[in-house]
């Protein structure tokens, strides 16, 4: 996770780091969905489709879901509900990515602190 | 209590090899090295005359201990230098700094085995230096006591540098406090051994202010990370109690934007129990909202 999502990372960052992880693209766009927030599949291609009413603060956690679902390994997913463990992993997943993204940025010298 | 100190310096170069081998950068090295020979140099301090019967040398402990210590300042300089001298980036003081250093440790270092070699008995052991009377002698120890002073002063130094220059990032300021602390309780010794030295009035509380120098530069390595650990946790707790009555509301209303945590995840990481409102409180949102109707 720490490699995947570091400290203060940008969407751009987390994607690069997850296409690295997974070895194939993701490919992300918006639609009416009438139902989940957001759905995911993979092939060649990792293909995510969030729901064109999701709000710009609510992007982080809802892509870091989808996320979840091609880094814990799951063929697919869709955001509606916390009913199966898959889900609840991946909603888990985008709860600490959107956690990770939200921690401020440390410098060289201020992470040397740390662990 | 010194064995306790000692236990905990190299509970903390332990903790600091492990954390070396998944972030290797050069400034974490340094501190790791310097660490390793401060929990020698106190090491020996402990063994004393155990440690010369054992390789049968009289006062040689005495010596090691005092170059262990100088390795430990050559080999903390690129931590102190890059890190903890935090604002100063100039390449060259950088090196004026490194080369100071080196300088004078070299010359505490001849000093030292100058000391051992024309100013100690090499035939038994003595308890302390107030018995071996002898110019030479105190030439060369209060050449040493001086290098001491020195390098606990520059300490004290550096340290309320780090606080002064992380005063927004408080585990790092943590750091540099307790490397502050760490330097003026280590001016202690080297100022008594001084005196003492001088007056012929005998002085032990380097005995007790050393260990306790190497045991706060230890506790100043791992203070980041323990009180990052407890300042995240103050400041999710306060957001809890701010979101708490809206979230109420919010998850009455629509109970499936809940994630079950277990009980222990609840207790253990408060941030994320934090976070978690911070989304939920969003997703009832989003459902309530007349534009929207997806969670």
Redesign the interface.
Known sequence: MADLVPPGASMAEVLRNTEGLIGVPIRISRKDLQGPSAVVARGDVAVMVIDSSVEADRLSHIIGHELGHLALGHDGGERRHYDTSSERDAELFGTLTARRMRMPRLSVRSRTFRW | MSLGLCGLVWLVVGLRIL?LRGDG?P??GS?TGALTWIAITVSLLLLDTRFDAMVGLPNISITLRRMALGIAWLRAQE?LV??VQ?GDSDPLLQRRARRRAQWSTGAYMVASVGLWIFGLPHDYEVSSMEEVPGLSTTVFAVLTYLWLLAVAVELTLLGRQACLA?KA?P??KS?GALLMIAGMVGAVGPIGMIVGRLTAVRQDAYQITMPLSGALIAAA?VS??IV?WFHARRVARKAIASMEPRWQEAVEAHP?V???LTRFRRWWDV??VA??MR?EL??AG?LTSP?????
């Open positions: 954390r950068t400034s974490r501190m931590f890059t890190t935090a992380f990032d585990p790092a750091c390595l980041a990370p990052e499936e809940v994630l079950p941030t994320l976070e978690r989304i969003l997703d989003s534009r929207s109707h997806s969670q």
